[in-house]
């Protein structure tokens, strides 16, 4: 099995790469989502926010607001350190559940968002980092997700540099390109990830 940990900055291109990784045979665990599976009404994470940040965060059918949350932790690092300590270890612990019960030679992308903020790089084999030009990142942004421009230049400082993120790749991906050039690049990266994924581990030299 090879673990890899695959991030990038928003609007660089990430989920673009997730996808054609999947498409080539890897075993996919988004941390975006188990996030929002550990936050479902009636589930123990749930209980944990409501207790923490009260019931107006709550929807009239009981199940998280995303947008109120949002707008409770974005601008207060304090209470952004708090959703945290609810909801990173049960995404953790998820995640470990699922990457166990893969195949032994398996290649398992963790698609993690904040992987150089929180620190997890050593938590995998190979750490992949897509990388696009602030401009690009932008215009994707602007262009496609309907963001103004202002929200976009502020969700784009809110994350670690790209210069934090390059610092912590073992490969990086140049997204600055065409769909059908990133794809050439995500097949020609995947030869390697499997050969790596089938090679016996060497137990360590005492």
Request: hydrophobic share 45%; with cysteine; net charge negative.
């Amino acid at each position: 099995m090879l673990t890899v940990g695959l991030t990038g900055g928003i609007g660089a291109g990430k989920s673009e790469v997730s996808r054609l990784l999947v498409e080539c045979g890897a075993v996919l665990i988004d941390a975006d989502r188990i996030a929002r599976e550990v936050v479902e009404p009636g589930t123990p994470g749930l209980a944990a926010v409501v207790e923490a940040f009260g019931e107006e965060v709550l929807t009239a059918d009981g199940s998280l607001d995303r947008p109120k949350l949002g707008s409770v932790v974005f601008a207060d690092a304090e209470k952004r350190s708090v959703l945290n300590s609810i909801v990173h270890p049960l995404v953790g612990a998820r995640s470990r559940e699922l990457e166990e019960a893969a195949a032994e030679d398996a290649v398992v992308v963790h698609d993690v968002p904040l992987l150089t903020e929180n620190g997890l790089a050593p938590l995998y084999d190979l750490v992949i980092v897509v990388d696009a030009s602030p401009e690009t990142q932008l215009g994707r942004l602007v262009g496609r997700r309907g963001m103004t421009e202002e929200d976009a230049r502020a969700r784009m400082a809110a994350q670690a540099t790209r210069e934090q993120r390059r610092a912590i790749a073992d490969i990086v991906i140049d997204n600055d390109v065409p769909l059908g050039e990133l794809e050439q690049r995500v097949k020609d990266l995947w030869s390697g990830l499997v050969r790596r994924a089938r090679t016996p581990r060497q137990p360590p030299q005492e």
